[in-house]
């Protein structure tokens, strides 16, 4: 079955460090992969995602995210992080029939917090 | 362009009462879902829709019902509310390729007591 496995509930770095939250999934095809950010009280907002082509993609906000198939992760990584960025963050695959885009599986989400 | 708007945001029921919670869309989007968040669970899909008239269950669907009339519309009703149902609902849209990901509502938290 497919599913999304995010190792880190919750990660505190300091302004300025780097991050990098960690995403395993579990799909029999080419997955289709997504990060979304959640901040308190509201919902998730796109953050970049994988289709196919180049493994790193770049998103909004400085994130960037790397597909290694042979490790089956998509890890979110960010060189420099900043204090707005404390927030949930999500990983997801997607699986649905006819466009593997839709009806995505979430993991449980890393919560960041960000010390100054 | 308001995107997904849910209501209402804030909601106290009763074990045994019923609702229905509102998502509209106003991106002319095929799919429509709804999903339960609690916490250290991640996202659960309830019920997903792929077009007016045309629903399916997700991972979580018992205690839930949906209808899509519309392609605007896509309401989520709990018929006899149990504690088990307190959480944080959350509906989102995408298109029929869906690469952009989904556009998500900014979410109805739900109390049973």
């Known amino acids: 079955a497919q599913s999304v496995t995010q190792p880190d509930i919750h990660i505190t770095v300091s302004e300025g460090a780097s991050l990098e939250l960690r995403c395993n999934y579990s799909?029999?095809?080419?997955?289709?992969l997504f990060w979304y950010v959640q901040s308190p009280g509201q919902g998730l907002q796109l953050l970049l995602k994988?289709?196919?082509?180049?493994?790193l993609v770049q998103g909004i906000k400085g994130f960037e995210a790397e597909f290694k198939r042979s490790q089956s992760s998509f890890n979110l990584r960010k060189p420099s992080v900043h204090w707005s960025d404390a927030a949930e963050y999500f990983c997801?695959?997607?699986?649905?029939?006819?466009?593997?885009?839709?009806?995505?599986?979430f993991g449980t989400g890393t919560l960041l917090a960000v010390q100054p | 362009n308001a995107g997904v708007t849910q209501t209402p945001k804030f909601r106290i029921l009763k074990i045994g009462q019923s609702m229905t919670l509102q998502c509209t869309q106003d991106?002319?989007?095929?799919?429509m879902y709804w999903y339960r968040q609690d916490p250290g669970m991640g996202l659960k899909l309830i019920y997903y829709?792929?077009?007016?008239?045309?629903?399916d269950k997700g991972e979580v669907p018992n205690g839930y019902n949906v209808s899509r009339s519309t392609t605007e519309d896509f309401p989520l009703r709990l018929e006899l509310a149990a504690p088990s149902q307190t959480s944080v609902y959350f509906c989102?849209?995408?298109?029929?390729?869906?690469?952009?990901?989904?556009?998500f509502g900014s979410g109805t938290r739900l109390t049973v007591v």
């Open positions: 989102a849209s995408s298109t029929l390729s869906g690469e952009n990901g989904y556009t």
């Open positions: 799909y029999g095809a080419t997955p289709y």
């Open positions: 994988y289709f196919s082509g180049d493994t």
């Open positions: 997801a695959v997607g699986t649905g029939y006819g466009g593997a885009t839709n009806k995505l599986i």
């Open positions: 991106m002319n989007h095929n799919y």
């Open positions: 829709s792929v077009g007016a008239g045309i629903t």
